[in-house]
């Protein structure tokens, strides 16, 4: 530690706690090796205990925790500081942390200003000399500009209590449920027709082997009947204003051509149609069966409500149908032709998003021949054929009518593949097996998986691996090279070949067999980026929305308010979907029943007798905070409105505004420390 | 530089050129953090201010950064249609552009000041766009901007003194 005396550096215009010299206390962090080893810790407290007004210089072993806060409250007290430093990690990290401790050292939160020589410096840079070199030009940008510090406070603005959930898979059922029980007006909104999602198609699940649908639909219909949630199906969210505590979004309402109060889903319009054969893929069965204009998604779909499909009515399309329809539904009048689309507007204090994924597309595979060989299907295809409430009744049939002997399950497909997704879908495995092990339960057949790594790490499913072993699965390691219904051999005729290297055995292998089932892999929603672009949200490279930190704040986002869950974020199974999104719930929870806001104090303001009243600045705030006070012929802004970017502050020609946390002075003291 | 304080470089590091670089809170800085911590390596050179907004660069901070001595200044921020802000990042390109235009006329090669759009998720560009440019800087040399001042000024006093001398000649 040294010290030098503090000579105030001329700041007698700031308005501190404290009067007098500026007392500046410096400390900087190992963070155990992760700074210490590459940066010389000591030298950069050495270093800076030489600048001026500097009183007291420290290296620490770990800043952040209890009694590295606790050195900085005594140092305050003890040694009189008025201003201090800490050289860590990023402030997006730690910064509340240290402002906190700063308080309870008795100080403004906001005398205080960090160094980011963790993720800026240490573990970026390997020339111990250099990467000393820059923390010592850091460290000394930031004691330059904290002498330029002032006293804020926080400003606290009330928040919203109601919350929006979008997206009605199990993720988002679980966070209005949650939520809803809580006490909390909730708003689920969903795209499709049904809310359920993926999760609704599935039979069963892994590895209790529990039905889906018994475990699912209850949640489904408590979502319907519980007087907290708002459920808007066949709708989509077009617009997001406003920020955390208070957005303000307009819901778009498509038109189902049926007014759901009325409808009673008792199917009679379905039967009644005046198409005799449902003969439109049906979405649900993907495409494995068929469906008529007017329809209902699936028995067990919430709503249960019918609606009419616009591409395909007659009435709707073409206006000339005979609307037996109409005449089936009788008095209830439920379905109603001259339907538009809404726009509804709400307002919410937090979003959580739980938008779920898509599944790989396989025909992006062709050697695997998906869409040429008709008895190549994807796992899902066989998961609604092995569901007993499925297009064949829970029989697992080849397109001919016939059951397969024989079945090969290729996993990692658009997977683990640098040609399309590089990530791990971290369900497929289990997912295969599961399908694997009620494959070989309803057909009897020789059951053969085809793997790179059995991924088994959840809890009961390393056991699960173990069942389908002693259940006769057989399992070959190796990427599939090709699927070919070239016969080379007697026993090959009229089968799909596989041809893998086995790699436990050495050689290439060409296993015929019946049916194939490609574990397809997980994608972000096609349309993440629109999504992320109306929430403002940060995606990563593949697409999958950013968490705020991967360890610390899993389902935050780095807009307040706004959280995410389930494989919105990234891949993951029913268990982890769940788990996040009753974390979202707690986040919206602990924001809402607070009752406040506390926002960062990092607000634009005017020096009046600098303001020419040019109004330049006035197109240029996105959120219509400044206005002109024609009475005195200034600009005025108003803080509660203000965001903070500063984006007027840098454009005023008379260097009339200022902005909290980034003034002028503290941005050229930080430059010119930087430089020296 | 401020008087009475040593020079953090050592003689034995040579010429390393200086970059200065303004990146916003909300894509960039971030970018740089996932950057950390990938544990990707990068050029020591580079110096980041930390700004809420791309929107916040005043082009007297790029000209202050010079002028205290940077080879180089870097400004990132969010992709267009992405500003945290709404738009920004539109009003830092706008003067980026402006500013350019000033800096030729001062004999500041263009390649000194880049403008980046990188988004919280790119932690791998920063350490490209980092590298690439400390490169360049490389490549140009010195920019000496204090000592060229320095330089204009004994140049302006010796004109005036100059001018005064033919003037009181000339009475």
Redesign the interface.
């Known amino acids: 530690m040294s010290a030098s005396n503090g000579n105030g550096n001329g700041n007698g215009n700031r308005n501190g706690s404290q009067t007098g010299a500026i007392r500046i206390g410096f400390y900087v962090c190992h963070c155990g090796h992760n700074i210490g080893a590459v940066v010389d810790c000591a030298a950069v407290a050495h270093y800076v205990g030489t600048l001026p007004g500097v009183v007291l210089s420290r290296d620490y072993k770990y800043m952040c925790s209890d009694p590295g806060q606790e050195l900085i409250q005594s140092d305050i007290r003890e040694h009189r500081l008025n201003r201090v430093v800490v050289a860590s990690c990023s402030p997006l990290l730690h910064e509340h942390t240290f402002r906190t401790a700063v308080e309870r050292g008795g100080l403004n939160p906001f005398y205080f200003q960090m160094v980011n020589i963790r993720e800026h410096n240490s573990w970026v840079h390997n020339d111990r000399e250099l990467a000393t070199v820059k923390a010592k030009a850091q460290a000394r940008a930031a004691v330059e500009r904290v002498r330029y510090h002032d006293s804020l406070r926080t400003t606290r603005v009330p928040i919203q209590p109601d919350v929006l959930v979008v997206g009605g898979g199990i993720s988002g059922i679980h966070a209005a449920l949650t939520l809803g029980n809580a006490g909390k007006k909730v708003f689920l909104v969903e795209r499709e027709p049904s809310i359920g999602g993926h999760m609704a198609q599935f039979d069963k699940t892994f590895p209790t082997l529990d039905c889906a649908a018994c475990i699912l639909t209850p949640k489904m219909s408590a979502v319907r009947a519980h007087e907290n949630i708002t459920l808007w199906t066949y709708s989509e969210v077009a617009k997001v204003e406003g920020y955390v505590g208070n957005y303000t979004v307009t819901i778009r309402r498509r038109p189902r051509y049926v007014i759901e109060d009325l409808c009673v889903g008792c199917l009679e319009c379905v039967g009644k149609c005046i198409y005799k054969e449902a003969k439109f893929p049906d979405d649900f069965n993907v495409g494995l069966s068929r469906r008529k204009p007017i329809y209902i998604p699936f028995p067990q779909a919430v709503p249960q409500v019918v609606l009419i499909d616009p591409e395909r009515c007659l009435q709707v399309k073409t206006g000339k149908c005979k609307k037996t329809c109409l005449e089936a539904c009788a008095d209830r009048k439920a379905i109603d032709f001259s339907q538009q689309e809404e726009l509804v507007q709400i307002k919410v204090g937090t979003i959580i998003l739980a938008t779920g994924f898509k599944l790989f597309d396989a025909k992006r595979i062709p050697q695997y021949g998906y869409g040429l060989y008709p008895n190549v299907v994807t796992s899902l295809e066989l998961e609604r054929l092995v569901t007993s409430s499925g297009p064949t009744s829970g029989e697992i049939i080849l397109r001919d009518g016939s059951k397969p002997r024989t079945a090969g399950f290729i996993l990692c497909v658009g997977s683990r593949d640098t040609r399309t997704n590089r990530w791990c879908s971290r369900t497929c495995c289990m997912h295969s097996m599961k399908l694997a092990q009620l494959f070989k339960e309803h057909t009897q057949a020789d059951v053969t998986i085809f793997y790179m790594d059995i991924r088994a790490p959840g809890k009961g499913c390393e056991e699960f691996y173990d069942k389908s072993l002693r259940e006769g699965i057989r399992f070959v390691r190796g990427r599939v090279a090709e699927v070919t219904d070239w016969a080379l051999a007697p026993e090959e005729e009229g089968k799909l070949v596989i041809r893998v290297e086995d790699t436990l055995a050495g050689f290439v292998r060409r296993i015929p067999v019946d049916m194939i089932v490609l574990a397809v892999g997980m994608e972000p929603q096609a349309d993440s980026q629109a999504m992320r672009r109306l929430f403002n949200l940060s995606c990563s490279t593949e697409g999958w929305f950013l968490e705020k930190h991967p360890k610390l704040a899993p389902v935050s986002t780095f807009t307040d308010g706004i959280f995410i869950a389930g494989c919105c974020q990234g891949p993951k199974d029913i268990p982890d979907s769940i788990a996040q999104a009753g974390a979202a719930a707690a986040e919206c929870l602990a924001l809402i029943d607070r009752g406040y806001i506390e926002q960062e104090p990092n607000t634009a303001h005017i020096h009046e007798e600098n303001c020419s009243g040019c109004k330049s600045c006035l197109p240029l705030c996105p959120y219509t905070a400044i206005s002109f006070d024609e009475t005195v012929g200034r600009a005025r802004i108003n803080e509660a409105l203000c965001k903070g970017c500063g984006t007027c502050v840098a454009s005023c020609p008379s260097g009339a505004i200022g902005q909290h946390l980034f003034e002028d002075e503290q941005i050229f003291k930080e430059i010119e420390g930087i430089l020296a | 530089?401020?008087p009475g304080?040593?020079?953090?470089?050592s003689p034995a590091?040579g010429w390393?050129p200086?970059l200065?670089a303004f990146f916003c809170?909300?894509?960039t800085?971030?970018a740089?953090?996932l950057?950390?911590?990938s544990?990707?390596?990068?050029a020591?050179?580079i110096?980041?201010?930390?700004?809420?907004?791309s929107?916040?660069?005043?082009?007297?901070?790029i000209l202050?950064?010079f002028a205290?001595?940077?080879d180089g200044v870097l400004i990132g921020g969010c992709h267009p249609?992405?500003c945290?802000?709404?738009?920004?990042n539109y009003?830092a390109l706008r003067?980026f552009q402006l500013l350019g235009r000033l800096l030729r006329d001062l004999g500041i090669e263009e390649q000194r000041v880049r403008l980046e759009w990188i988004?919280?998720?790119?932690g791998e560009r920063v350490?490209l766009v980092v590298n690439e440019m400390v490169e360049q800087l490389r490549a140009l040399g010195p920019l000496n901007l204090p000592e060229k001042m320095e330089a204009w000024d004994r140049e302006m006093t010796a004109l005036e003194e100059t001018v005064h001398a033919e003037a009181l000649a000339a009475v």
């Open positions: 530089m401020n304080t040593e020079s953090i470089y590091h390393q200086r200065v809170n909300w894509c800085y971030t740089a953090d950057a950390g911590v544990r990707l390596k990068y020591p050179n110096r980041v201010i930390r700004l809420m907004c929107g916040r660069v005043d082009p007297q901070f202050e950064a205290r001595g940077a249609g992405d945290h802000y709404v738009e920004g009003k003067r988004s919280a998720s790119e350490r």
